[in-house]
């Protein structure tokens, strides 16, 4: 059962918005430290922490071809974020978990171009239906194991569980993770936070990996009207 924590209070009378995009800039820091060629092999090798992969998978996964996946391989073998071995005629290629700045790196990658990439791409044929999607729960807050669901609220008009459900297996391919959505209309939302929810209640505390939007697009929903209240505010009683 859920309980709302003490910090959900806040969630229970009306805030100040303060528009946040820290989303925005640590993909303008990612971008300044990593080639693109870079940024997609850290991207995947981070979803897939103690496995790895082998080169003819990330030339596959990644587009890029024998000798720049090689050569930026090297490059970041030699500079000690990644390791390899060898494991029968394959040489698998995985983060470097004893690296001094593994935490640092494991963080930065997941919110830009590491698990937010794998899921934003899934979703990009939703674009159009969808105004906020996070992760949230053990992922976000980097408390995750190799066998941790990815927990993942959508909010979003004119699409379905079915739609969406049909979108998320070649993530979940990549990621070798199962992902939980949870999709609601804005209305919908709205109503269960004006209801106190616990879940949605808790959700709004927690630490959120932003897919889709930030958290500027979430306050807006919050705090906008339904066309339902516009309406009842427009009766005139004679």
């Not at 005629?89 to 470097?96: A, G, L």
């Not at 066998?147 to 079915?162: A, K, M, P, Q, R």
Request: glycine share 6%; hydrophobic share 45%; net charge positive.
């Amino acid at each position: 059962m859920w309980r709302v924590t003490e910090n959900c209070q806040k969630y229970m009378i009306a805030m100040p918005v303060i528009q946040v995009h820290r989303a925005n800039i640590e993909l303008m820091i990612a971008q300044a430290l990593f080639t693109p060629a870079q940024q997609k092999l850290l991207g995947l090798l981070f979803v897939r922490i103690n496995q790895g992969f082998h080169l003819n998978e990330i030339m596959r996964l990644t587009g890029l071809g024998s000798a720049s996946a090689q050569r930026e391989l090297r490059r970041l073998h030699d500079s000690g974020l990644i390791v390899s071995e060898r494991i029968g005629n394959v040489r698998r290629f995985r983060p470097n978990q004893d690296c001094m700045v593994f935490d640092e790196l494991n963080s930065l990658v997941k919110k830009t171009f590491g698990l937010v990439s794998v899921l934003n791409s899934a979703l990009a044929p939703l674009q159009k239906m969808l105004s906020v999607a996070f992760v949230y729960g053990a992922t976000a807050r980097e408390q995750e194991g190799m066998d941790t669901n990815v927990e993942l609220l959508l909010i979003g008009e004119n699409t379905s569980y079915g739609e969406l459900l049909s979108r998320l297996p070649v993530a979940e391919r990549i990621l070798r993770r199962k992902i939980n959505p949870n999709l609601y209309s804005a209305a919908d939302f709205k109503r269960r936070l004006r209801e106190q929810q616990p879940f949605i209640l808790n959700v709004l505390c927690e630490e959120k990996i932003y897919v889709w939007g930030d958290e500027s697009d979430l306050e807006k929903i919050k705090h906008a009207e339904t066309v339902f209240e516009t309406d009842l505010k427009n009766i005139k009683f004679v």
